[in-house]
């Protein structure tokens, strides 16, 4: 077990050792940044002295150290848009984004869960005929336009939540959380919901097909045979057989979400990371989009070691151990 | 009275090509403490009658028509969770393949207690005790170790074993046992009939032993019901069938197994296959196999006909049966 997490530590490592190499060319070869930093009026000559003050002289490899060094440190660098520093900025708007996320993800299984296991156990039912209808349309309809219409809706319309922004933070620490206010919990609804739907039906079709694939097996017509309840058989014995499949999905969708939260963020102006990096596109602001880059990464790599705990935890016969399969007997 | 009775059991599969009948108008009871053996080919019906009787038939098969009595009492239309008390607790199954048979995410000890706690009033200590006296029962070794362990790690007939320990955790009286070695081998299939014979005739539940091997039936059963095409073709004392067979099916049948000691070049085989359940021929559903078919045979389909220990579904016997 140690050893797992170990040798998957290193593997992170590699992992995001590329990621950063990627996330240094952006210095290199997505213009030139000190046109970005300085006005027309600029001088070559001070042109030139900014970029050796900048290091931008020195060779690859040091640059690159430079970079990668600092960054273990949290260290990005300034910004060229903001001239402040982006760790700063991030840690900013860090919690905007992972509270969306996060909301979104509970979201999706707390409601896709059930919902796939109810379709999956009436398959012919109306109720699950209709969840499976309204399903297609979650994954077919953008999100964007999901949120421009929810927006039109509930704040425009009836204008009973907010079409913008977090609401009223509290500062915990670095941390601002909307999670402890009226205002902020209600403008999570719209943007959380956004955000989630899509990951709620893809939760759902996988659980029902899982369902319905694990409903047909032996085990489950065995535990039938011995007379357990329709509760056990159903939630004990086949829910649990589903879930590897849905552990994976939901780790890579989780990633997703938080990486792709920048149209969400975008639609309900959102004060995110998704909306910083935007931003940052816009100005060619690399250092932003470098630490963004890193940042992203870090998540997935952080993300897929967890999964590949609950695997662990979910199902035994992924366990290593000694004194497996003793022969025929 | 018989423990279980079965009447005219009709068993239907309702398909896009119309009703399919997988088992048709089947007659059998088995006594308390009887090991009634049920054989025939693939697709004869034995399955599904077993099936029915827990009443775990796959949608969309249905039962159609006749009654299932155990003690008298009807169960084949009983709601889902009345009929839920009675399995396990008064019916156990085994089922073929023991590989699959298992959860393979919970321990045997976790599943052995569910299935002890679900019928009876048991403490988990108490349920846990009595798991451990079920594996040390069907020959397990270090059951102590061996009950926080999961499927995986269990071999094939190990975990046959296990399966026996859960059909028979809260004693039930009759077990309908569907091909319980099928999917073994050879030099387990014996230790496990060996066992499941030892186990039933000690606790004195009664067996319906379902199976396609006419070595198993001879060494275990105490009778026999030959399964031909959805119908019993004929029932009787398992000395009686083995030896001195009426149906010509079961000579057949019985023709295909080699006698040690006995120098044949070729075994003797039934000609044709089984027909489908789409294309049963009218009259008896063995003449177009059979050698001794008569023109009755083509036109009238033969009911089971009583004999002096069993009951045959042949025209040639109904002179005999008259006598009876």
């Keep these: 077990m140690a050893a797992f ?10 992992v995001m050792f590329f990621v950063a190499l990627v996330a240094f060319s952006l210095f290199r070869y997505v213009g030139d940044p000190i046109n970005q930093m300085v006005g027309v009026e600029t001088s070559l000559k001070e042109r030139d002295a900014l970029r050796e003050r900048l290091g931008l002289n020195d060779p690859m490899p040091e640059q690159f150290w430079r970079f990668i060094s600092s960054a273990a440190v949290g260290d990005f660098g300034i910004s060229y848009q903001h001239k402040r ?20 993800a509970i979201l999706s299984l707390a409601i896709g869960v059930p919902m796939g296991v109810y379709t999956g156990l009436h398959r012919d039912g109306l109720l699950s005929k209709v969840f499976m209808t309204v399903s297609l349309v979650g994954i077919s309809l953008p999100t964007f336009l999901i949120g421009i219409l929810m927006i039109y809706l509930f704040a425009v319309k009836m204008t009973i939540l907010p079409s913008f922004g977090r609401g009223e933070v509290i500062q915990l620490g670095w941390w601002s959380t909307g999670l402890l206010t009226t205002s902020g919990l209600k403008a999570l609804i719209m943007p959380s919901i956004t955000l989630g739907l899509f990951q709620l039906t893809l939760i759902m079709r996988l659980v029902r097909s899982e369902m319905l694939e694990v409903l047909r097996t032996d085990y489950i017509k065995f535990a039938r045979a011995r007379g357990l309840s329709n509760r056990a058989v159903h939630f004990g014995h086949a829910l649990k057989n589903t879930m590897v499949p849905v552990i994976t999905i939901t780790g890579l969708q989780l990633g997703s979400i938080i990486a792709f939260a920048i149209i969400t963020e975008t639609v309900f102006q959102w004060p995110g990371m998704g909306k910083l990096f935007i931003l940052a596109i816009e100005n060619v602001d690399i250092p932003i989009m470098a630490a963004y880059l890193l940042m992203i990464a870090l998540f997935f790599v952080i993300i897929n070691l967890v999964v590949d705990l609950l695997y662990y935890a979910v199902d035994p016969r992924l366990r290593i151990e000694s004194g497996t399969a003793h022969g025929h007997g | 009275m018989a423990l279980l009775e079965v009447h005219d059991l009709v068993v239907e599969f309702p398909t896009r090509r119309g009703v399919l009948t997988a088992v048709d108008e089947i007659s059998l009871h088995i006594d308390e403490g009887e090991v009634l053996g049920v054989v025939g080919e693939s697709g004869a019906g034995k399955s599904m009658t077993g099936n029915a009787i827990i009443g775990l038939l796959e949608p969309p098969g249905r039962i159609a028509r006749g009654e299932i009595l155990l003690d008298g009492r ?22 073929q393949d023991p590989l699959t048979s298992l959860n393979p995410l919970y321990t045997v000890g976790e599943q052995l207690v569910e299935t002890i706690q679900t019928h009876t009033d048991m403490t988990p200590t108490q349920a846990r005790a009595r798991a451990l006296e079920l594996l040390i029962e069907v020959g397990i070794p270090a059951p102590e170790r061996r009950v926080d362990q999961y499927p995986h790690q269990f071999s094939g007939g190990m975990r046959q074993r296990v399966v026996i320990a859960l059909a028979l955790c809260v004693n039930p009286r009759l077990i309908v046992a569907d091909e319980p070695t099928t999917a073994l081998d050879v030099s387990i299939q014996a230790q496990i009939i060996a066992l499941l014979k030892r186990l039933c005739s000690e606790h004195g539940t009664a067996v319906m032993l379902v199976t396609h091997d006419m070595g198993v039936i001879a060494e275990t059963a105490d009778r026999v019901a030959v399964m031909y095409a959805g119908r019993i073709a004929e029932v009787g004392p398992v000395k009686q069938v083995v030896k001195r067979a009426r149906h010509p099916y079961t000579h057949g049948l019985m023709g295909s197994i080699p006698v040690i000691g006995h120098d044949a070049d070729r075994l003797t085989q039934i000609e044709g296959a089984m027909p489908r359940l789409t294309d049963i021929p009218t009259g008896c559903a063995f003449n177009p196999r059979c050698p001794q078919a008569t023109d009755r045979c083509l036109r009238d389909r033969p009911e089971p006909m009583p004999t002096e220990d069993g009951q045959v579904a042949c025209w040639l016997f109904e002179k005999e049966a008259a006598h009876v």
């Design chain 1, 5 to 14: 997490i170990v040798r998957r530590l290193i593997q992170s490592v590699f």
């Design chain 1, 85 to 104: 520093p982006v760790s700063e900025m991030i840690a900013l708007r860090l919690p905007a984004t992972l509270e969306l996320s996060l909301i979104s």
């Design chain 2, 74 to 95: 009807r169960i084949d239309n009983l709601p889902y969770d009345q009929m839920r008390t009675i399995r396990g607790k008064e019916i156990g199954a085994i089922f």
